[in-house]
């Protein structure tokens, strides 16, 4: 699971570039999307930043050959003055660019479209295992000697909460049986 949505959360990050350490067309350091999806001729295709470095000082000359004057100052800009020290993912769903496992589950789930009952079911007025069971109810996912029958376990069903041991499923537990009327 975790490693599945690990190209989501990518997609969320860029790197602070620091020491150059990262591949100039591919990987995200820049606030738009990789500069290789807007070149179509790409020499060196690995070429990391730090290579596009002499001594301490980016090299125009060479950024001006890969990526053309106009991007390449661009990039520079970007870039600023070379520092010291390793590159830093920044997450960018958030503005400190911190990281959290939240953020990241935030990114990645699969969100349903949001239902009006819910907010009735998981109301922080009702007790968890009330809510949870409505949220079972809701499902299908509680057990009663209908849903048994329904898959072909032979049984005879006798609601335990009832003087008259009627037949148990979800609609006499819920609603029409004796205990749920009394309640």
């Not at 819910?118 to 069971?133: F, Q, R």
Request: aromatic share 10%; proline share 4%; hydrophobic share 45%.
């Amino acid at each position: 699971m975790v490693m599945r949505c690990i190209p989501e959360v990518l997609q969320h990050s860029r790197w602070w570039v620091i020491d150059g350490d990262v591949v100039l067309w591919w990987d995200q350091w820049s606030p738009l999307e990789p500069l290789g999806h807007t070149y179509e001729d790409i020499a060196r295709p690995l070429l990391s930043l730090r290579e596009c470095k002499s001594e301490m000082v980016w090299n125009e000359e060479l950024l001006t050959s890969l990526l053309g004057r106009e991007k390449a100052m661009e990039v520079l800009m970007h870039l600023g003055n070379s520092r010291q020290g390793p590159n830093k993912l920044i997450w960018m769903w958030k503005s400190d660019g911190g990281f959290s496992m939240k953020n990241a589950w935030e990114v990645t789930r699969l969100r349903g479209s949001e239902l009006p009952w819910t907010n009735w079911i998981w109301n922080l007025a009702l007790p968890k295992n009330i809510s949870i069971t409505m949220w079972q109810a809701f499902h299908g996912g509680l057990s009663v000697d209908d849903k048994l029958c329904k898959v072909g376990v032979l049984i005879v069903s006798k609601c335990v909460c009832c003087d008259f041991g009627a037949y148990e499923d979800i609609e006499h537990i819920l609603a029409k049986g004796e205990m749920a009327q009394h309640i």
